[in-house]
């Protein structure tokens, strides 16, 4: 049975094969040892914290099967976008340009540099087996994170945002950072993403431009790569759009996809999931799938399953309480799938 639980730094060679996996733009699951190793030991740290309100903490995920421990995806969410530093992105505005005396006015789409999405919670570090894409396992690893949220909310802000991949091509080049971030970091858009992840996004604001960017004087390929979802990251813009998340005005720095938001009132999995006590019991006729979570911190679990409510419990089988790590009469959280 595959279920979630938080990341041991045991899991480290399995994360490592994972992030080998991933695309280029996830930096925060980056295909390299120390800033993995680092992820996982400051999310056994949050889990382990007396928390009271959201701050640096960030509590990183795995997807394992139970017959044999391999791990078959990975979420993270961060308390705070920006706890140490700023979180820039490009806001998308409109300027008008007008002339009284010649009777013309334009509207001209602009890019601005801002930090305006520090102090929301961050939706990170999404990863699934490409066996599993389409199954209820890709929905349970990353919409666990929201019900984490949901079961623990003084340890996050009142907004989530998701950054989205945004395109380049198979060879990896991406026409947005081509036509911006090349001329203020002389690398290419990999090398630029590694020295994120590494380090920290404190270099954007020391380099990229200050003044706004006129999209009309970018090339067309640029302009067009604005607001696109790279296709490796479709799995992850889809389920978030399902949550209610929406695209807002901001893009990323670098490729230009789309920054989902959202207020945890707007957020399916957050707001009509529902407290229920757990009832050893086989899933009846009219079962439908579940994700589930029990009301633990640093035992935290969570699974898909076939079950239905009963007068204020939910009815689980032997082997779902055993891998929820709870018995029968414990509280869990459950949304349907």
């Not at 200050?210 to 889809?238: K, M, N, R, T």
């Not at 949550?243 to 009132?265: K, N, Q, S």
């Not at 999931?273 to 035992?299: E, I, M, T, W």
């Amino acid at each position: 049975m595959l279920y979630v639980r938080p990341a041991r730094l045991s899991d480290l060679p399995e994360v490592k094969r994972l992030a080998a996996g991933s695309l280029v733009g996830v930096t925060s699951l980056p295909d390299d040892g120390e800033p993995l190793a680092k992820k996982i030991a400051d999310s056994e740290a949050a889990f382990a914290a007396e928390v009271g309100f959201a701050g640096e903490e960030s509590y990183f995920f795995v997807l394992e099967d139970s017959t044999n421990q391999r791990l078959f995806g990975c979420s993270a969410i961060v308390a705070t976008a920006g706890a140490g530093e700023p979180f820039y992105n490009f806001r998308n505005e409109t300027f008008v340009h007008a002339s009284r005396a010649l009777s013309i006015s334009n509207r001209i789409h602009v890019l601005s540099l801002c930090h305006d999405l520090s102090g929301s919670s961050l939706l990170a570090s999404f990863y699934i087996d490409p066996s599993l894409a389409q199954t209820a396992q890709a929905e349970l690893i990353s919409r666990v994170r929201l019900l984490f949220a949901a079961s623990f909310p003084e340890r996050f802000a009142d907004t989530l945002v998701a950054e989205i991949v945004g395109f380049s091509d198979e060879q990896g080049r991406s026409p947005f950072w081509e036509a911006v971030g090349r001329h203020f970091f002389d690398t290419s858009y990999a090398e630029a993403e590694r020295l994120c992840a590494r380090q920290n996004r404190t270099f954007l604001a020391e380099l990229m431009p200050h003044y706004p960017l006129y999209v009309p004087l970018l090339p067309d390929e640029a302009q067009a790569a604005i607001g696109e979802v790279h296709p490796g990251a479709q799995l992850s813009f889809d389920i978030l759009s399902r949550e209610g998340f929406e695209t807002e005005r901001y893009i990323d720095p670098f490729t230009a996809g789309p920054c989902l938001l959202a207020r945890t009132t707007a957020i399916r999995s957050m707001a009509q999931s529902q407290r229920f006590l757990a009832k050893n019991s086989a899933a009846p006729a009219a079962a439908k799938p579940y994700l589930v979570c029990n009301g633990k911190l640093r035992d935290f679990r969570a699974l898909c399953v076939e079950t239905a409510p009963e007068a204020g419990a939910l009815l689980l089988p032997p082997q779902a309480l055993q891998m929820l790590a709870i018995n029968e009469g414990d509280p869990l959280r459950a949304v349907e799938l």
